[in-house]
């Protein structure tokens, strides 16, 4: 792969869209941190054993002067810390985080105020809203939200949703790119499922970033997994019986999205989140609207845009409405999610992890008060 003429120091800014690959991405780049600085590639990584991701995160709460969830000011200083690594160096630098996608214009100016005397390049993936919408309803439920789906398809149509702010290409993209050559805006689109190249993504990714390959071999195993309709369903009854203070804790979320959505109920077998029929022909206009911004934009474009246009299911009548799962899968659902939370209960009393266990007892309390 041809290496593009460049200055002394240039810096790719992946700014999303969520739930597009960007954890299995940003995974990798992280495993293979030390052999990307063998070839002049830096990855920001963060003090006191701070990891990359979780730097990069921070980084972008900083900039957008949010905390989602964490103490009032937690992530203060990270965007300044994160933006002084990238001056001092030479080469390439990456930037990574899904949240900077809906940055507002005032943000996005002070972005590249602070890399200044980069040469900046903005990287985007993009993938069809049949897929796209039930996996951001999920995550937005992983992330403590309690609407229902077509509550959540309501405000994604209507514009309020912080999910289509993220995912609407035409508007992320004219503001980030906006003072950019739109050859240094790259378009990754996201292949379908079942693509016989595994690594298709990332080699795709590689090209966004003028990286080659196999300066990262090691894979990651790491996976914003999808749940089923009843475990998503559980964990969203799950979210409007705790008050959501308390549900934004860091240990709450361990148990609740790490240990249950992301460990243990993606594996429960029930039916899938699907769009349901009567929204593809909103989605499929609002595809067509993208496809033809991006290709009359002039960006650079990784993948196909035939890969955006929403597939409609063969049986459409076979669909199953996520708001209406019948209550003995749900419960099925929770007594798995019970008895996850027995068992790590007991290993953290063994350990002598006090809190732990009385937070999994609280929690598992939660399934059986009706």
């Not at 909103?282 to 595809?287: F, G, K, N, P, V």
Request: net charge neutral; with cysteine.
């Amino acid at each position: 792969m041809p290496r593009m003429a460049r200055s002394d120091r240039v810096v790719y800014l992946h700014i999303g869209a969520p739930k597009t690959g960007t954890t299995y991405i940003q995974d990798r780049l992280t495993l293979n941190a030390a052999r990307l600085h063998e070839h002049d590639v830096l990855l920001p990584a963060g003090p006191r054993n701070i990891g990359a991701d979780l730097f990069h995160f921070r980084a972008a709460l900083d900039l957008l002067g949010q905390d989602w969830g964490g103490r009032p000011g937690h992530a203060q200083g990270y965007w300044d810390a994160l933006t002084r690594r990238v001056r001092r160096s030479r080469g390439t630098a990456i930037i990574s985080h899904e949240i900077l996608a809906p940055a507002p214009p005032d943000k996005v100016a002070k972005a590249m105020n602070d890399l200044a005397g980069s040469e900046v390049h903005i990287v985007y993936s993009v993938r069809d809203l049949a897929r796209q919408l039930p996996a951001a309803w999920q995550e937005s439920i992983k992330q403590g939200r309690r609407w229902t789906f077509n509550r959540f398809l309501d405000a994604v149509e209507d514009g309020s949703a912080w999910f289509f702010h993220a995912f609407h290409v035409p508007r992320v993209l004219s503001s980030w790119g906006r003072n950019l050559p739109p050859e240094r805006v790259h378009v990754v689109t996201v292949p379908r499922s079942g693509n016989r190249e595994p690594d298709l993504l990332w080699h795709r990714f590689c090209e966004a970033f003028n990286i080659r390959p196999e300066w990262a071999p090691l894979d990651s195993v790491r996976a914003n997994r999808s749940l089923g309709i009843a475990e998503t369903q559980l964990i969203r009854h799950l979210n409007r019986r705790m008050d959501r203070r308390v549900r934004h804790e860091a240990e709450y979320d361990q148990l609740i999205r790490d240990l249950l959505a992301e460990d243990h109920l993606h594996d429960h077998g029930s039916p899938r989140v699907l769009l349901p029929p009567d929204r593809f022909e909103w989605a499929e206009q609002q595809s067509q609207l993208w496809v033809d911004w991006i290709e009359g934009s002039g960006v650079h474009l990784i993948g196909d845009t035939s890969e955006l246009r929403p597939l409609r299911p063969p049986d459409e009548a076979g669909w199953v409405d996520p708001d209406r799962m019948r209550p003995r899968e749900v419960l099925d659902a929770a007594l798995d999610a019970l008895e996850v939370m027995t068992r790590e209960a007991a290993i953290a009393k063994q350990a002598g992890d006090s809190r732990f266990a009385e937070l999994v007892r609280d929690n598992a309390r939660r399934f059986l008060i009706r």
